[in-house]
Nanobody
Framework: QVQLVESGGGSVQAGDSLRLSCAGS????????MAWFRQAPGKEREGVAD????????QYGDSVKGRFTISQDNGKNTLYLQMNSLKPEDSAMYYC???????????????????WGQGTQVTVSS
């Protein structure tokens, strides 16, 4: 049984930083994809960043490039999202996701991911 539990969200001011964590259980960290997605009220779910757990290769959505960093700690089975220079438009529910299948490369297509956490809220005020 795969479980993903996010934490670290909160309310901050524009320009501040936050680090989100996603604790995984039942996930084998080798050649799987993990990612962060977000969804704001009335908007479609958006892929934020993904990482290949075997190679460490990462990619980012255009709106967060240069500000957000995805990383992993395989020893702790934890995924992170370091968010710097936060903007009000970053406000959303952030979800951690993991693939069920093994992939050689990852992507920010939500259909790639079978397992999802419950989300953690990030609110950025101007």
């Amino acid at each position: 049984q795969v479980q993903l539990v996010e934490s670290g969200g909160g309310s901050v001011q524009a320009g501040d930083s936050l680090r989100l964590s996603c604790a995984g259980s039942g996930v084998t960290y080798n050649r799987y994809c993990m990612a962060w997605f977000r969804q704001a009220p009335g908007k479609e779910r958006e892929g934020v960043a993904d990482i290949h757990t075997g190679t460490g290769s990462t990619q980012y959505g255009d709106s967060v490039k240069g500000r957000f960093t995805i990383s992993q700690d395989n020893g702790k089975n934890t995924l992170y999202l370091q968010m710097n220079s936060l903007k009000p438009e970053d406000s959303a529910m952030y979800y951690c996701a993991a693939s069920k299948e093994r992939y050689y490369w990852c992507n920010l297509n939500a259909d790639t991911y079978s397992y999802w956490g419950q989300g953690t809220q990030v609110t950025v005020s101007s």
